[in-house]
């Protein structure tokens, strides 16, 4: 079971190392958001913003992850794997892990590039932050791909995507502090577990309570795994 | 290698419930090269990759290469090779990294797996693509590298489901000879085609399924010899003569034709009784019944019909 999914790790991250560039790539958005966006919150901003959009950084990286398993649905790819006596987990669990490490290394690089802009943690405020990060990216990423591999077309799992994942985005206070709104609004992000998920992530690097956050990544993490291995287990039985 | 007893799948559609397998049985001995012939959407497939574990069946048992596959599906799959309808290496993988992590994949060190993918990169004429993507491949060298990934862990059973489809003549031979060359290495081979030369050329057996059921099973030759026995055409001048000799001989000009069994043994004494009764012959055929004319007997259409309407 370990062996078979540090295989299917492996065989997905080798061509991301074959070609880096696409690593870089990735962190063009947020880089975007850190320059144009970042700027816009005065004074001490950056203390607030970062982290939630190392939040957002994990929620648009997993979400799309299963994209990537959609080819290998069409072609003959995952038929062939599933006839390999490789373990069904692994062959959702070895993806899963590939996401997250590449999460981790392009919050890393944002974290690094804040820093410039004048964004302050210590190493141990960053592995902390690093770690949530990877938590809420193992739950989105592994219902991802359980969500790919049941609609398996591109066109459909795109709608899915887009409706899903922009209200919880409004919702979770990455951009502009909820209770800004009125109160109806605040009361809905409230139920979006991901907004806890965000002021968890601001009070490792701010003074605040992780309590709610923490309870909530724990809740999306065994609920999407769950879901995940689930659906794996049977669509691919 | 396979027995299959009553292997059944039934699908739920929005109009009820689908019979795409009806319950067939499966006999294949070890070594054997047996093809599975029918027209698309006959349950080829279905009971493909129900004899595979990709399909649960909804009915039935089956025991394959010595384990049970519904209680074993795990033995059945270490044991089996499979070479499905769609290429199965990954579009952004390079040759010889799908063929080590499938090696893998089946349990191999890493020391093995790299032996192994060399030998069978040999052996599919695959040499110097090791580091060629897998985009990059022309469709004949991506099927020869399908067969490859089902063959890294030595299966005695291997699986194809429509090997040559899409393949150019050239291509489709060279695979032909490959898949020979398996079966003269000892290998048990269920292949599915809906292609009569394929079929012809390949098979030591065939099982004919159409609508769910089999239809028919035999060699190529002894499924040909059922159907109407073979068409003999006589040149004579003295046609009227000959055509009285045989049932529902047909004359045409200075032409007769018949159809009788074993055409190729029945011949000689046949032309030795027409010599004895003076008739002068100057042209003799036999056409054997294509596997096409058997199919037609069997289910009433023709096979090229349903392969050109897909």
Partial sequence: MLRDTWLVFSRVMLPVLRNPVAVVFGIAQPLLYLGLFGPLLGEGGWQWFVPGLLVQMALFGTAYAGFSLLPEVRTGVMERLRVTPVSRVALLVGRVGKDVVLLVVQSLLIMLAAMLFGFRASAGQMLLGLGLVALLGIAIGSVSYAIALKVKLEYVFASVLSASIVPLMLLSGVLLPMSNGPQWLYWLSRINPLAHVVDAERSIFNPGSMFYGLVSVAALVLVGVFYGVRTFNKESA | ?310
Avoid: C
């Avoid at chain 2, 090696?103 to 093995?112: I, P």
């Avoid at chain 2, 190529?220 to 109407?228: A, F, N, Q």
């Avoid at chain 2, 003569?241 to 529902?248: G, R």
């Fill in chain 2, 1 to 310: 290698m396979i027995k299959a007893r009553g292997l059944a799948r039934r699908f739920t559609t929005k109009t009820g419930p689908v019979d795409a397998v009806a319950g067939v049985d499966i006999d294949v001995a070890e070594g054997e090269l047996v093809g599975f012939l029918g027209p698309n959407g006959a349950g080829k497939s279905t009971t493909l990759r129900m004899l595979t574990t990709l399909l649960q069946p909804t009915a039935g048992e089956a025991t394959i290469a010595g384990h049970d596959l519904l209680t074993d599906p795990a033995g059945v799959r270490r044991n089996i090779g499979y070479v499905g309808q769609k290429n199965g290496s990954g579009q952004d993988q390079r040759v010889a990294d799908e063929l080590e992590f499938q090696a893998r994949f089946y349990g191999l060190s890493k020391h093995d797996a790299r032996t192994k993918v060399s030998d069978l990169l040999e052996r599919f004429d695959l040499q110097g693509l090791e580091k060629r993507g897998v985009i990059t491949l022309s469709g004949g060298q991506q099927r020869r590298l399908d067969i490859a990934m089902g063959m890294l862990h030595d299966p005695r059973l291997l699986f194809l489901d429509e090997p040559s489809t899409a393949l150019d003549p050239q291509s489709r031979r060279n695979l032909w000879d490959h898949i020979k060359q398996l079966k003269a290495d000892g290998v048990t081979v269920f292949l599915t085609t809906h292609y009569l030369d394929e079929a012809d050329y390949l098979s030591d057996r065939l099982l004919v399924i159409d609508h769910g059921s089999i239809v028919g099973e035999g060699s190529p030759d002894e499924l040909k010899h059922r159907v109407s026995g073979d068409l003999v055409v006589l040149g004579t001048p003295q046609a009227s003569i000959v055509a009285s000799k045989f049932e529902n001989a047909v004359i045409d000009g200075e032409k007769v034709s018949f159809r009788i069994p074993n055409g190729d043994r029945a011949l000689p004494g046949l032309l030795r009784d027409l010599d004895n009764i003076g008739v002068e012959l100057h042209s003799v055929q036999v056409h054997r019944p294509t596997l096409d004319d058997v199919f037609l007997t069997m289910t009433g259409r023709s096979l090229r019909e349903e392969a050109n309407a897909a």
